[in-house]
């Protein structure tokens, strides 16, 4: 609890469940650790299913209620809780900082991001606009209107605690949804804030409700949500495997299902590119978050004639990244558990064997046991681990290509299809070879493409859906027809 004392409003910190408006505690504890150091950061409520399903009761019974509010009074609270964010910035980023072990520039940056969404969907609250389509039958006027989908379930990873959460409360909100949210267990200080900032804007009890678990637990919490017949609906980012298993549970209920899960993001480079541009863009799309993103550049294609020139920039740009603890001024923290570190260790290994060259890095540093080198391969190959599964650490593998053909069929060879980057200065390829990927995201000549306004989603088997943007909201109504017949003149009375 040491460092979380250093809290500017120690009050942010909470370590119950949050459920119809009230902070409940658990007999059964689980520990939230710092990545960073191996340290204790908190003891949290570790949630079974009886307290899955009194969540799930606070958000029935607020939700026809919630949905009834005007979509100004929805938007007004929306708008509360990100300016609440903005105003407790540097808490929060700290709270990420810690559980997370993000750099604290990094960690600021969430936040506003974060915040961003809930700014961005308290806008769009105003915007469900449904239609009034032209009646086919005679004295009937025919709508489509967009209603809330009723009580939904979230379930978020670690890699975002505060973005990944506000991404998903921000539409569910704005159109009248209620949540029981389960963040990832090694990351729930951050939500149990933004939980704590919602009561103090005013949500009412129920609107949001977050429960804590173990990842003992997390099974038991998604089989109490995902069974329910009062949950309508689940939002899910994280690993595909966990994806697709809750996919699977939902169907018994026939829920819909949100589900933003792993990438295996191609970045091409090509012979015509702005080196320098792709050197920097590769570094936005591989390091944020020591590579730990779902959209991190995973494979990188080079054509072969610049492939000595981009490799030698990048060494040196790779050269200037600082490795440390979220408190410093570092760009690389710790990767978020020893698990991770064997699994990135076993991908490097697995390409040196089979005939990559390791050119920076290759293991973890003196700065800790968690604390992974900027790694550079090169001579990296399809069928190499690091090329067919999702690296998820600040390991980068290139690949030379010759023709365009190639480098697209290389990128598009994988199940996965969330985010693609090219570089070339050729607006002809830049357009075609965009629309040749089948990707749900593609950044031309930039590493950088989330934001609020912005569809995030993948194709394939990275996910069902879209989130962010005006799109955002669409994943969380249903759209009701309604006729009304007898509406010819003489029906009224009082003609
Ligand atoms: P990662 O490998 O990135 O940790 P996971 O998919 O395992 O990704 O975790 C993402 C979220 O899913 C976390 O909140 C985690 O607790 C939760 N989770 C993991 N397994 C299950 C499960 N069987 N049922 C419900 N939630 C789960």
């Known amino acids: 609890m040491r460092n979380l004392l250093n809290l500017n409003d120690p009050t942010l910190l909470r370590t119950d469940a949050y459920i119809d408006g009230r902070w409940t505690a658990t007999d059964a504890r689980f520990a939230v650790i710092d990545p960073a150091t191996g340290e204790d950061l908190a003891d949290v409520a570790d949630c079974d299913a009886a307290t899955t399903n009194l969540a799930i009761s606070a958000a029935h019974a607020a939700q026809r209620g919630w949905a009834a509010r005007l979509p100004l009074e929805r938007s007004t609270l929306l708008r509360a809780l990100g300016d609440a ?4 910035e540097a808490d929060l980023a700290r709270i990420i900082g810690l559980e997370n072990g993000k750099p604290f520039a990094e960690a600021v940056g969430e936040v506003r991001y974060a915040a961003g969404f809930l700014t961005w969907f308290a806008e769009e609250a105003r915007r469900t606009n449904g239609s009034i389509i032209p009646s086919p039958f005679a004295d009937t006027a025919v709508l489509a209107v967009r209603e809330a989908i009723g009580v939904a379930a979230i379930i978020t990873p670690w890699n975002f605690p505060a ?6 409360i921000g539409p569910a909100f704005a159109v009248g949804c209620t949540i029981i949210a389960k963040p990832a267990e090694q990351t729930p200080l951050t939500a149990l804030a933004i939980a704590e900032l919602s009561d103090r804007v005013g949500f009412p009890a129920g609107v949001f409700n977050v429960v804590t678990g173990s990842a003992e637990s997390a099974p038991v919490i998604g089989e109490a949500l995902t069974s329910s017949r009062t949950v309508r609906k689940l939002s899910f980012t994280g690993s595909t495997v ?14 819909r299902v949100t589900l ?11 012979d015509d590119a702005d080196l320098d541009a792709a050197v920097a863009g590769t570094i936005a799309a591989k ?45 690389i923290g710790p990767l978020i558990d020893d698990v991770s570190v064997t699994r990135v260790q076993h991908l490097v290994a697995d390409a040196v064997s089979h005939g990559a060259t390791l050119v920076r890095g290759g293991d973890v540093t003196e700065a800790g046991s968690q604390f992974f080198a900027p790694t550079i391969l090169t001579g990296a190959i399809p069928t190499m681990s690091c090329h067919t599964d999702e690296i998820f650490g600040p390991v980068l593998a290139l690949t030379e290509f010759s023709t365009t053909s190639e480098a697209i069929a290389i990128a598009n060879n994988t199940d996965a299809g969330l985010a693609a980057y090219i ?21 031309v000549n930039t590493g950088a493409i989330s934001a609020p306004e912005v569809p995030f989603g993948g194709v394939k088997q990275s996910g069902i859906g879209r989130e962010g943007s005006h799109f955002g909201t669409y994943d969380w109504t249903e759209l009701k027809y309604i006729a009304m017949a007898g509406l010819h003149p003489e029906q009224d009375p009082t003609q």
């Open 85 to 88: 964010m903005f105003d407790n």
């Open 287 to 331: 390091f944020r978050n020591a590579g730990q993103t779902c959209v991190a550049a995973n494979r990188i294609l080079v054509h072969h004639s610049i492939a000595d020139d981009y490799t030698e920039r990048l060494c040196a740009a790779v050269d200037q990244l600082k490795i440390g603890a979220f408190d410093s001024d570092a760009q």
């Open 242 to 255: 966990i994806g697709k298993l809750l996919a699977t549970q939902c169907a018994a209920t026939v829920k």
């Open 423 to 443: 570089f070339t200065r050729d607006h002809a390829r830049a357009w075609n070879v965009s629309r040749q990927l089948e990707y749900g995201i593609v950044g």
């Open 260 to 270: 933003e899960l792993g990438g295996n993001a191609p970045l091409i480079v090509f």
């Open 163 to 168: 973005a990944m959460m506000t991404r998903k």
